[in-house]
Structure formats: structure tokens, C-alpha cells
């Protein structure tokens, strides 16, 4: 279990021959949940990133485990998460904006949605919509929308822009309760109890953490002293179209570890939910640097049947590559001479 190696200080495995092992925390959840290959092993002590498919139901869910070895100091990776809007920047990422505390409708002005997207929402109903949006602000959006008007398309992008502050602002106050509900299938999708069933079946929190659990489920009710937050939304590439998504990134920093979780709250395609934990540990026998891991997991319609199975195909490859390539530049970022 992946907080294991955050939880528990353990003496450092015995090895033979140069490093062949890594601190005992992480050695027990790298042998005995991820159980690494040889190979695997031997490329993470050659300092290469590797990815790993872990167990979860496929009909709905993807799971992903990434790890590498950074020779930096712990802290420049949160000071870089910190200034999110630098960090997340190129290739994939075609803008990032930190929201404010409070959120400002000045946040949102550079979001705008694809003309597939605004189109799809002119005539999609609840039920039937290719863009993730609430059965609640759906209505409101045909309702509000003069589309005979000239300027049908600016009052649309502006009426989105609006949705998302309130959103955002939503969930500054409400937490989970304030999140969308989908009505795109036979029965609703309540995104927060996605995200709570998921988190449930997630040892590494339920187990290992369970005060950030609580906290990410009991927020902004319950709050930790140790753990700073921000929101974020940005527009990613991702698959076949362009995807709009808002975040919660909390941060734990001490001078022994460090963890990074970031919880999706909103993806305009594809995901319901999702959840990334990013595991900071020292290796004093290795060097100043530090070993980084992380897990992501996501929730997602259209995964299940004959169709799922080609479309969870693409899901999994495009979240590993993503997570492979976050891994390299993040190396590459930190470890470059200042």
C-alpha cells in the first residue's frame, strides 16, 4: 500500500551489491501490492521512470501506479506544484489558471470551450450529451441562451465562464455536495459518491491516510493544520478532444516526506472523477534526492462492453503516456543545475 512507506519509519532493507532495494516502506508496497518485475526494479535504480497498470474494475476505472527516482530536494518539487501555472505548461497543457481564494469571474476569462463542444451543448438534452455538464445547469443553459441573438456564441462562452466560477466558488463553500450530478445513462452519476466509493477502495488513503481522506471528503467542514489547498482549472489535450477540468490540489510537507494529492472535480470529457497522489520519499543511502510515486485514479463512463473495451484501450494508454511523460519532465525540471 502505497502511504505505507509514508506512514511507517522502518529501518532500510539490507543489500547486496550496490542498491538493489528501496527504503523498507517503500520496498513493502513495491514487492508486495505493485510486485515489481526484475527488470522493473533495475530500471528504477538506473534512475529511468517506469508505469504500472494497477487492479481495478475495468468497467469504470483506471488505475495507474508511476515511479521514479529525481536528485533534487523534496521541497523544489512543492515549490514547483505551488506556481501550478508554470509547472503545468506545454506539450498537453494548453492553459492553466490557479483560481483565486476567493474565486474571481476574472479567473475564467480565458476559458472558453470548443465550437463542437458549444454546438453539442446548443442541442444535447439531459440524457443525451456528448459534454459532462449537470442536469441542473443544462436546463439553465437552454433557458438563459438566445441563440437567434448576434451574439449567441460570446453569451454562451461568457454564460460557461460564469458556471465555472460559480463552480468553483460552489465548492470553496459546499464541498462535495455542491459537486455535478450526470444525467447521462439510465440512472444519475452523483460525482461526489463516485469519488467516495473510490476513495474507499483505496488502501493508500482509507487505510494509510485516513485523516487526508477525511479530509478530502469532509472539506472545507474539516481541515488539517498541515495541509495547504488551492483550486485550478485548465484545458488539457487529451484522446480525441480537447478537455476542460478543475482541480483541488492539497499539499502535505514535513522534513521527513511529502505528499501531493490533486482531486478532480470537473472534466468536460470522458472522466466523472479522479484522483492523483503523488508520495515524496528521502533515500538517504541513495543521495539528497528522493524517490516519487505516484497513483493515479479515474473514474469513467462508456468503459464497459465491446465498445468500453476499445475505448478503455485509449484511456489507459493515453493516462500512462501522460503519466510517463509528466514523470521525465519533472525529473528533467528539477534536476536541471540552478
Not at 43 to 71: C, F, P, Q, S, Y
Not at 150 to 161: F, G, L, T
Not at 230 to 250: C, D, M, S
Request: glycine share 6%; charged share 25%.
Amino acid at each position: 500500500m502505497l502511504m505505507v512507506f509514508l506512514a511507517i519509519a522502518l529501518p532500510r532493507a539490507e543489500t547486496s551489491q550496490g542498491q538493489t532495494s528501496f527504503p523498507a516502506r517503500l520496498e513493502r508496497y513495491m514487492t508486495d501490492t505493485v510486485k515489481l518485475t526484475a527488470v522493473e526494479r533495475q530500471r528504477l535504480m538506473r534512475g529511468e521512470a517506469i508505469t504500472r497498470l494497477l487492479d481495478a474494475d475495468e468497467n469504470k476505472e483506471v488505475a495507474i501506479l508511476g515511479a521514479v527516482w529525481i536528485n533534487a530536494p523534496m521541497h523544489r518539487y512543492i515549490q514547483a506544484v505551488s506556481d501550478i501555472e508554470s509547472f503545468e505548461r506545454g506539450g498537453g497543457f494548453k492553459i492553466t489558471k490557479r483560481i483565486s481564494a476567493p474565486p474571481q469571474l476574472d479567473d475564467f476569462r480565458a476559458l472558453r470551450v470548443p465550437d463542437e463542444d458549444l454546438q453539442d451543448l446548443r442541442k444535447c438534452r439531459v440524457g443525451d450529451c456528448e459534454v459532462k455538464v449537470a442536469a441542473s445547469a443544462l436546463a439553465r443553459f437552454h433557458s438563459e441562451i438566445n441563440w437567434n441573438a448576434p451574439n449567441a456564441a460570446a453569451a454562451a462562452q461568457a454564460w460557461i465562464q460564469r458556471l465555472a466560477y460559480d463552480y468553483a466558488t460552489s465548492y470553496l463553500k459546499g464541498g462535495d455536495a455542491e459537486l455535478a450530478v450526470y444525467r447521462d445513462g439510465s440512472r444519475p452519476t452523483f460525482v461526489a459518491q463516485e469519488f467516495r466509493d473510490m476513495t474507499n477502495a483505496m488502501p493508500e488513503l482509507a487505510t494509510y491516510m485516513p485523516n487526508l481522506q477525511r479530509y478530502l471528503l469532509g472539506f472545507p467542514k474539516v481541515t488539517l493544520p498541515e495541509v495547504s489547498s488551492f483550486l485550478y482549472w485548465q484545458e488539457t489535450e487529451f484522446g480525441l478532444k480537447p478537455v476542460i477540468r478543475i482541480n483541488h490540489v492539497a499539499i502535505r510537507e514535513t522534513p521527513e516526506d511529502a505528499v501531493v494529492i490533486s482531486k478532480m472535480l470537473y472534466a468536460s470529457h470522458y472522466f466523472w472523477t479522479g484522483i492523483e497522489i503523488r508520495a515524496l520519499v528521502p533515500d538517504p543511502a541513495r543521495g539528497n534526492g528522493f524517490w516519487f510515486a505516484t497513483v493515479n485514479r479515474s473514474r469513467s463512463d462508456g468503459l464497459s462492453g465491446f465498445t468500453g473495451r476499445l475505448i478503455r484501450g485509449r484511456v489507459r494508454s493515453e493516462v500512462e503516456k501522460g503519466i510517463l511523460a509528466a514523470m521525465q519532465s519533472t525529473k528533467q525540471l528539477l534536476e536541471r543545475p540552478r
